[in-house]
């Protein structure tokens, strides 16, 4: 494949899964954090606005000078959190390594549950089966894609459109499935 070393196409699955394995681990590691980080600056930016509103005096205070913490946290209100903390209540901690099997809806779940201060240790329990299937699912996609170039570039542009043609079809069953979560077109 251009572009790619040698000795990464060589590897087999049992060296690809587990590097994407502790490479998923990682980041959905640091995006619970960040949920947490982000709640952090939210429930300052919270205190100071009680403390000022909580002036008997009657002088109006300033509002608390918004940091980079609380412009972000005030941004993790929306629609998309708003589904994200319905389906971790809806499925609770099964919800976390079931996301997993999503695009993009993913990041939104783990960032809600540092948000919503989801324990570290049982998030980091529930999290290991999803990073496993997640790691299963993409190590074979690309060891297959690997293959299929080292045959013909044609058999690797079929096996594309083959992935490509999947994931469209199950959105559009998803779409047409009259979904409480549905995705907006």
Do not use: H
């Amino acid at each position: 494949m251009a572009g790619v070393p040698g000795f990464i196409t060589d590897l087999g699955w049992w060296a690809i899964v587990p590097f994407l394995f502790m490479v998923v681990f990682f980041r959905s590691q640091g995006t619970y954090w960040v949920g947490r980080w982000l709640r952090r600056g939210a429930d300052a930016v919270a205190l100071q606005a009680g403390a000022t509103e909580g002036d008997s005096s009657g002088a109006t205070a300033p509002p608390p000078p918004a940091t980079a913490r609380s412009r972000i946290a005030q941004k993790m209100s929306g629609p998309a959190m708003d589904r994200a903390q319905q389906f971790l209540e809806k499925w609770g901690f099964i919800g976390v390594p079931l996301c997993f099997l999503t695009v993009g809806f993913q990041t939104i779940v783990l960032t809600t549950a540092g948000y919503t201060r989801m324990r570290w240790d049982l998030f980091t329990v529930a999290m290991l089966p999803g990073c496993a299937a997640w790691a299963f699912i993409y190590g074979g996609i690309s060891v297959t894609l690997i293959e299929l170039w080292k045959q013909s570039p044609w058999w690797f542009l079929g096996g594309v459109i083959t992935v490509v043609a999947l994931a469209y079809g199950a959105t559009r069953l998803r779409r047409n499935a009259g979904s409480a979560v549905r995705i907006p077109q």
